[in-house]
């Protein structure tokens, strides 16, 4: 089994910065795929950042110059660095982990292939 819980969301005003926070702990997986997604009201769900285990990421095109995904593997923990943030950027932000491959690099238009999720956190920017 394995548990994701999310942290860091918060109200910031536009061009401010957090981070956000993914606690994993049960199962590890020796190579895993993990990734960050959003959704806001009204809207459907997006893929914002994936790493895998050998490091590679991809971002969406909404975000890239902005994000960055990473992982501290001692402490089980990914993040996502958040920077000059903007309004259309307020959403429930989830994390998502599974046993990584080469689909991976592919998942953020395919979020159904990770079937571990946590709660979310809420990020709320305003202009």
């Known amino acids: 089994q394995v548990h994701l819980v999310e942290s860091g969301g918060g109200s910031v005003q536009a061009g401010g910065s957090l981070r956000l926070s993914c606690a994993r702990s049960g199962y590890a997986f020796s190579i895993y795929c993990m990734a960050w997604f959003r959704q806001a009201p009204g809207k459907e769900r997006e893929g914002v950042a994936v790493?895998?285990?050998?490091?590679?990421?991809v971002y969406a095109d909404s975000v890239k110059g902005r994000f960055t995904i990473s992982v501290d593997n001692a402490k089980n923990i990914l993040y996502l660095e958040m920077n000059n943030l903007k309004p259309e950027d307020t959403a429930m932000y989830y994390c998502a982990a599974d046993y990584g491959g080469g689909y991976c690099t592919t998942v953020l238009a395919y979020p159904n292939a990770l079937n571990h999720w946590g709660q979310g956190t809420q990020v709320t920017v305003a202009s």
């Open positions: 790493i895998d285990s050998d490091g590679s990421t």
